[in-house]
């Protein structure tokens, strides 16, 4: 799938080709905001990662973390959200 990007005001998020697609990309292929980069590998995928987000502060923030782990269980019970692999789009 590639980089994974969240929408800092609506909790959004899709990956850097869909982005592209909808010509929300700039010269460098780096969409503006309020789209944000979610840190993690570029080559990550929904079949080994899950995709999360969260509202601290008045702002959606994202991550990914690898499936079935301790720490996917730890981030959920600290308010963390699973986006579901079909909203994942612009």
Same mark, same amino acid.
């Given at each position: 799938?590639g980089?994974?990007?969240?929408?800092?005001q609506?909790?959004?998020?899709?990956t850097?080709?869909q982005?592209a697609e909808?010509g929300l990309?700039?010269?460098?292929? +780096? =969409? =503006?905001? =309020?789209?944000?980069p979610?840190?993690? =590998?570029?080559?990550?995928?929904?079949?080994?990662?899950?995709?999360l987000? +969260?509202?601290e502060?008045?702002?959606?923030?994202?991550?990914?973390c690898?499936?079935?782990? %301790?720490?996917?269980?730890?981030?959920? %019970?600290?308010g963390?959200? %699973?986006?579901?692999?079909e909203?994942?789009?612009?």
């Open positions: 799938m980089v994974f990007f969240v929408n800092t609506d909790g959004r998020v899709a850097g080709g982005l909808a990309v700039d010269e460098r292929f +780096k =969409p =503006p905001a =309020p789209w944000h979610i840190q993690g =590998p570029s080559d990550a995928s929904t079949m080994w990662y899950s995709v987000r +969260k509202r502060r008045g702002v959606f923030i994202g991550t990914l690898i499936r079935h782990s %301790e720490r996917l269980d730890l981030l959920r %019970e600290r963390w959200e %699973e986006v579901p692999i909203e994942i789009a612009v």
